[in-house]
């Protein structure tokens, strides 16, 4: 309550713990893409019954929280973007995979503290386009929020008004 987030509401159906932590680790460093089909699936279907009865706060673009170029080379693939592109099909929600992009590398966050991790994010994404005012960030887990509170904020700059954050899952705490 002290410091609110920068993002309006957070879709995050499961804890990032067994048996969810290994279908996404699975998912997201082995490729196997079969492990993220029943939470994409779960998070589709909870959004679409948020949406059938508050269509007005259906955002009006999904933007996937953006990897740098070496590390999406490295992994093969973002998996916030396949995701987003998942969740954009059948919600018929369009995906803009530039809108933000990473200035530079940072240090993995995995393992960082919550202030290490927001020092480590300070004016790391850059808006590259127009936002609408009603947008949601899409990723995979969200840990300790430093990410979505950075990106956010630079999409709240940047002119977006109502912001969501979509995740399958959220560490538990």
């Not at 993002?7 to 990032?16: C, G, K, L, S, T």
């Not at 007005?56 to 590390?71: D, F, Q």
């Not at 059948?90 to 960082?112: E, F, H, N, S, W």
């Given at each position: 309550?002290?410091?609110?987030?920068?993002?309006?509401?957070?879709?995050?159906?499961?804890?990032?713990?067994?048996?969810?932590d290994?279908?996404?680790?699975r998912?997201?460093?082995s490729?196997?893409?079969?492990?993220?089909?029943?939470?994409?699936?779960?998070?589709?279907?909870?959004?679409?019954?948020?949406?059938?009865?508050?269509s007005?706060?259906?955002?009006?673009?999904?933007?996937?929280?953006?990897?740098?170029?070496?590390?999406r080379?490295?992994?093969?693939f973002?998996?916030?973007?396949?995701?987003?592109?998942?969740?954009?099909?059948?919600?018929?929600?369009?995906?803009?995979?530039?809108?933000?992009?990473?200035?530079?590398?940072?240090?993995?966050?995995?393992?960082?503290?919550?202030?290490?991790?927001?020092?480590?994010?300070?004016?790391?994404?850059?808006?590259?386009?127009?936002?609408?005012?009603?947008?949601?960030i899409?990723?995979?887990?969200?840990?300790?929020?430093?990410?979505?509170?950075?990106?956010?904020?630079?999409?709240?700059?940047?002119?977006?008004?109502?912001?969501?954050?979509?995740?399958?899952?959220r560490?538990?705490?």
């Open positions: 309550m002290a410091s609110p987030p920068p993002f309006d509401r957070a879709f995050i159906p499961w804890r990032y713990q067994y048996p969810v290994n279908m996404i680790g998912y997201k460093y490729r196997q893409h079969k492990f993220a089909r029943p939470l994409v699936a779960g998070l589709t279907s909870h959004l679409k019954l948020v949406f059938q009865d508050q007005n706060e259906k955002p009006l673009l999904l933007i996937p929280s953006p990897m740098h170029p070496v590390r080379r490295a992994r093969g973002n998996q916030a973007r396949d995701i987003a592109e998942k969740l954009g099909g059948v919600l018929d929600i369009p995906v803009d995979t530039g809108a933000v992009r990473r200035r530079r590398k940072v240090k993995a966050q995995r393992g960082l503290s919550r202030e290490a991790r927001l020092a480590n994010l300070r004016g790391v994404f850059e808006v590259h386009s127009e936002v609408p005012e009603r947008v949601a899409v990723d995979d887990v969200v840990t300790t929020g430093a990410t979505m509170r950075v990106l956010a904020s630079a999409l709240r700059s940047a002119g977006a008004r109502n912001i969501q954050v979509w995740a399958l899952a560490t538990p705490g």
